[in-house]
């Protein structure tokens, strides 16, 4: 079975401070992982994906994430965070072993930037 | 813009009733899916159709079933609505050739409200 999780409910930063939102997976084969925002009342938007290759995946608006094989983990990050980046963030994950289609999301991280 | 539009925005309707949502995919995506994202249960998959077929299904009630028509559009039927079945709807659309390593893309949901 695939899992992923978040374990930061929420995350509060300041404007212009670097950001980080953690994920970690589990799956039996190779992992593939993805990362979304949703605005308030919108639906999710596809920001990056690592499916294989160089650990560090680069997504829209600035955002980036890092793969780590040995601690199961996938955080997004972004060097420089602006207000318009408060949304709420959802990792996701397939692994490579399930047949189909079938996106596992995590209960999603609620970013905060203050001015 | 992700592409997939999602009719209606807003439902409000009564216990007992039944509801139908559609979905029109992006254009040449074979790949529908349906989610439920509610705050107690956070983003739920419900079911896949693959050009026109069930291709995987997650945790969808036996009060709700979905079809995937010709024209790739797709609706998803909610019957003997509870109060529980409030929540927001989003379905999702990817190309599905393989599958595994597609990107789905959301809509911008239904928000059904069961009174």
């Known amino acids: 079975a695939q899992s992923v999780a978040q374990p930061e409910d929420q995350v509060n930063v300041a404007e212009g401070n670097p950001l980080t939102v953690k994920c970690t997976y589990s799956?039996?084969?190779?992992?593939?992982l993805f990362w979304y925002v949703q605005y308030p009342n919108r639906g999710l938007q596809f920001l990056l994906k690592?499916?294989?290759?160089?650990?560090l995946v680069k997504g829209s608006y600035g955002f980036e994430a890092e793969f780590n094989k040995s601690q199961t983990s996938f955080h997004l990050k972004k060097p420089s965070a602006l207000v318009s980046d408060s949304a709420l963030y959802f990792c996701?994950?397939?692994?490579?072993?399930?047949?189909?289609?079938?996106?596992?999301f995590g209960k999603g991280t609620m970013l905060l930037v203050s001015p | 813009d992700s592409g997939v539009t999602q009719t209606p925005k807003h439902l409000i309707t009564a216990t007992g009733q039944r509801v139908t949502l559609r979905c029109s995919p992006r254009s040449g995506d074979l790949s529908v899916y349906w989610y439920q994202q509610s705050l107690d249960q956070g983003l739920q998959f419900l079911i896949q159709?693959?050009?026109?077929?069930?291709?995987a299904k997650g945790n969808i009630l036996e009060r709700f079933s979905a079809q995937q028509f010709p024209d790739l559009h797709s609706e998803l039927n909610l019957s003997s609505l509870e109060l529980g079945d409030s929540a927001l709807y989003f379905c999702?659309?990817?190309?599905?050739?393989?599958?595994?390593?597609?990107?789905?893309?959301f809509g911008p949901g239904t928000r059904l409200t069961v009174l």
């Open positions: 690592y499916i294989t290759g160089d650990n």
């Open positions: 799956v039996s084969g190779n992992p593939y």
């Open positions: 996701a994950v397939r692994d490579e072993n399930s047949g189909y289609s079938t996106l596992t």
């Open positions: 999702a659309s990817s190309v599905g050739r393989r599958g595994v390593t597609d990107t789905q893309y």
């Open positions: 159709y693959y050009n026109g077929e069930e291709r």
